[in-house]
Nanobody, 124 residues
Framework: EEELVESGGGSVQTGGSLRLSCTAS????????MGWYRQAPGGPCELISY???????WYSASVRGRFSISLDTEKYVLLLQMNDLKPEDTATYHCQTDPVEARLAATTYGCGGWGQGTLVTVSS
């Protein structure tokens, strides 16, 4: 079973930056496109970015221009650099493989089934 472990969350003020990390196996990154999801309390599990194995990246309108997804191919770590953070970015962030099934699961079940994630809190 593939294990994904997120880290790097914390509490910052508006305008601050954080870098989230997602560790997984070489096999995971070779096999799957990868995405970052987030879920605010009471909110939906929102796909905010993905990186395809061919290198193509995508960002939701809410984070485009502020966040950047990348893959450290030496350490097999998926990164999410978050700049100019805003209070509306407050959420628990999860990395996940990004097949259609994962997107459907996010919509149906939320992000909670993917583990604890890493909490980002942005204060005004």
């Amino acid at each position: 079973e593939e294990e994904l472990v997120e880290s790097g969350g914390g509490s910052v003020q508006t305008g601050g930056s954080l870098r989230l990390s997602c560790t997984a196996s070489e096999r995971t990154f070779a096999r799957w496109d990868m995405g970052w999801y987030r879920q605010a309390p009471g909110g939906p599990c929102e796909l905010i970015s993905y990186k395809r194995r061919d290198g193509l990246t995508w960002y939701s309108a809410s984070v485009r221009g502020r966040f950047s997804i990348s893959l450290d191919t030496e350490k097999y770590v998926l990164l999410l650099q978050m700049n100019d953070l805003k209070p509306e970015d407050t959420a628990t962030y999860h990395c996940q493989t990004d097949p259609v099934e994962a997107r459907l699961a996010a919509t149906t079940y939320g992000c909670g089934g993917w583990g604890q994630g890493t909490l980002v809190t942005v204060s005004s």
